[in-house]
């Protein structure tokens, strides 16, 4: 089955840039959504289809790919972007959404 | 407004059955896919099953199939997860959520429900 693989956990000062990996063979070929969950709240879309962003979702929130890499890019980090980060895709040889294990976000 | 309310949850013993529901409100039900994802405490995001906006199409992770059934009930908006032979290691918050597609992405999401699997 397809395995997506995250850093456990990323650190960032205020006001800096935050880059959150996601690894997978040939992740390039798939469609990457980013999804940020905040503690004790449900997950919120903040990036479809590799680079879109929602209508509502900051401008500091940014995603992009490469053959075997997605990252997700927070710019001007706040206080209030911590939390944990993951990445899905839809794995068409098994029928199966497949999720990330998850990045925790770190505003030191 | 998209809302998601999901509801049935509780403590049941291994071995045991639950119900799971997701009312749906705000959108035309029958246009979307819908999916369940669940959280075991402290862990991360595992996806558990989805169904298609018609409801002909549905697939499982291997760890819910053959003991977990994904429905929709289109006259009451709803969608369900009928969770049969119950396991410890299946204690979790369940979500529900809506994807345009079974493989799009899943652009909202419910609060969640706790569901605790213990003797």
């Known amino acids: 089955s397809y395995v997506l693989t995250q850093s456990p956990s990323v650190s960032v000062a205020p006001g800096k840039t935050a880059r959150i990996s996601c690894g997978g063979n040939?992740?390039?070929?798939?469609?990457v959504h980013w999804y940020q969950q905040r503690p004790g709240q449900a997950p919120v879309l903040v990036i479809s289809?590799?680079?879109d962003r929602p209508s509502g979702v900051s401008e500091r929130f940014s995603g992009s790919i490469s053959a075997n890499t997605a990252t997700l890019t927070i710019s001007r980090v706040e206080v209030g972007d911590e939390a944990d980060y993951y990445c899905?895709?839809?794995?068409?040889?098994?029928?199966?959404?497949?999720f990330g294990g998850g990045t925790k976000l770190t505003v030191l | 407004e998209v809302q998601l309310l999901e509801s049935g949850g509780g403590l049941v013993q291994p071995g045991g059955s639950l119900r799971l529901s997701c009312a749906a409100s705000?959108?035309?039900?029958?246009?979307?896919?819908m999916s369940w994802v669940r959280q075991a405490p402290g862990k991360g995001l595992e996806w558990v099953s989805v169904?298609?906006?018609?409801?002909?199409?549905?697939y499982y992770a291997d760890s819910a199939k053959g003991r977990f059934t994904i429905s929709r009930d289109y006259s009451k908006n709803t969608l369900y997860l009928q969770m049969n032979s119950l396991r410890v290691e299946d204690t979790a918050t369940y979500f529900c959520?809506?994807?345009?597609?079974?493989?799009?992405?899943?652009?909202?999401w419910g609060q969640g429900i706790l569901v605790t699997v213990s003797s």
């Open positions: 959520a809506r994807a345009y597609s079974m493989s799009s992405e899943l652009d909202y």
């Open positions: 705000g959108f035309t039900f029958l246009n979307y896919a």
């Open positions: 169904i298609s906006g018609s409801g002909t199409g549905t």
């Open positions: 040939n992740i390039g070929s798939k469609s």
């Open positions: 289809y590799d680079t």
């Open positions: 899905q895709v839809w794995d068409s040889s098994s029928d199966h959404v497949v």
